[in-house]
């Protein structure tokens, strides 16, 4: 479980291909802090620890139900990627209920200036039976774009804009993003169940 409050952004060092999988070995500041087995998000995808590698750096493996849901496979040695360490359950919760389970991913179709801060523009296709389970966004709601806990501006039916604060924009790969760079998206898993809960309960009604 995460909270979409990234701690940093690490640095992609090597990526292996194995069958299908990928491993993607990171370089952070808290890798000497990690353990084997430990749940890492990346770009709001949540990873297993499977290696430590001795150099600053350590090794998780993406399978190919991940890749086709994410933009993890579009990454390339130097990149930057959002990370979170798991939330610790005595902590607070800043963001929102992040589960590290990326829904679909979305292209950026414009950044614009907001004196100081700047809005980002995502256009998604998600099908609307999904959408009436709860795979969208609403008006002040919450999203999750690679990692990041946002909260929704100009939703749309299949579209939304989310304000970038500086402090935001220079801690997370928010700084990378520009029109036609594809992001990772976790929509709100209250919406979800909210959702899922209106379906059974008419499916159960009795007819009239």
Known sequence: MFSGIVEEFGRITAIDHDGSNVNLTVKCSFTDELKIDQSVAHNGVCLTV?????D???????????LDRSNLGLLKPGDAVNLERSMVMNGRLDGH??????????????????????????????????????????????????????????????????AIIPYTLEHTNFHAIEPGTKVNLEFDIIGKYLARLAEVSAAAAPAR
């Open 56 to 66: 600053g750096t350590y090794t998780v493996t993406a399978i190919r139900e991940t």
């Open 97 to 162: 209920i992040v589960q590290g389970h990326v829904d679909c991913t979305a292209v950026c179709t414009a950044v614009e200036d907001a004196d100081g801060s700047r809005y980002f523009t995502f256009t998604y296709d998600v099908a609307p039976e999904m959408a009436a389970k709860g795979y969208m966004t609403v008006e002040k709601g919450s999203v999750t774009v690679n990692g990041v806990s946002l909260t929704v501006c100009d939703s749309e039916l299949s579209s939304f804009r989310v």
């Open 50 to 54: 499977v290696s430590l590698n001795g």
